[in-house]
């Protein structure tokens, strides 16, 4: 039975299942891995490769993302029968070229039963399916078993992710609120910092202190971050509520975390202040840890 959507899942999972049929011991086994796509891959006997669009259908039902690779084992007997089969027109047309050759030439002899055993092509070997309808029913209750296990595997390590990213998206309010509450004083010390070492490089010259103030003003201004802190602090909100919707979320806090990273990259281009540089820092090892979760999240 397949988890609900609700919660958050992992890519990663296991799961291992095994039907008896008679004699038959039919198992199946399903690993699965990150990946940006549903991808598959069957390792089966080749009797079974029929089956693979069903099988197929099966995985769509419980996973939308991640590789998914299905190995399948059957032991007890073969499904494929043997059986050999005349190739009667090829081995009439080599009898009746003997019997001309023998009245063209005047030959005598028979035919020997082993010689015909040497002639290519006369006999077929052809392989005929040994399995029915509950073999292929078994094979794939077998497969719905083992990815009902994986399901539950990705679903608790999809939790544990969840409360990983919730922990850092926590860690990274905090950082942006130390940011937002210093942002004044960063600004008025980048203005004082400016400020005083432009007066010292123009000492001597004659220019209107009045209109350097503006300048100065001005450019000060792009060093202000209140923008950046708050579109950190909207980024973040979209991330927590992702995690407590319905579905495949992984590309779209893929994507988050993708502008969580501009922002701060934005940030640190701005810095000119030792404290600040210090938490912007700290903030890109934060949300790097949350971009490694996010890339095993369906």
Known sequence: MKVGDDMVKSMTGYGQATQKLNELQLSVEVKTVNHRFLDFSFKMPRELMALEDRMKNQV???????????????????????????????????????????????LSGQFDVEQLFQIEDAFVIEEEDNFDSKVEQ???????????????????????????????????????TSLDRDKDLIKQDYYEKVTNRLKEFIADANIDENRLLQEIAILTDKGDITEEITRLLSHVEQVKSL????????????????????????????????QLSKVTVDLKSVIEKIKEQVQNIE
């Open 60 to 106: 769509k039902q419980y996973f939308e993302r991640g590789r998914v690779d299905i190995f399948v084992n059957i032991n007890g007997r073969t499904l494929t029968n043997q059986a050999i089969h005349v190739n009667w027109p090829l081995l009439n047309q080599y009898i009746d070229r003997v019997e001309e050759i023998k009245q063209h030439k005047n």
């Open 243 to 274: 995690l407590e919707q319905e579905g495949s979320i992984g590309r779209r806090l893929d994507f988050l975390t993708q502008e969580l990273h501009r922002e701060a990259n934005t940030i640190g281009s701005k810095s000119n202040d030792v």
């Open 138 to 176: 078994a094979i794939l209750d077998a497969l719905d078993d083992a990815l009902s296990r994986v399901d539950r595997m990705r679903v608790d390590e999809g939790e544990a992710l969840k409360a990983d990213v919730y922990k850092f998206a926590h860690q990274i309010e905090q950082l942006v």
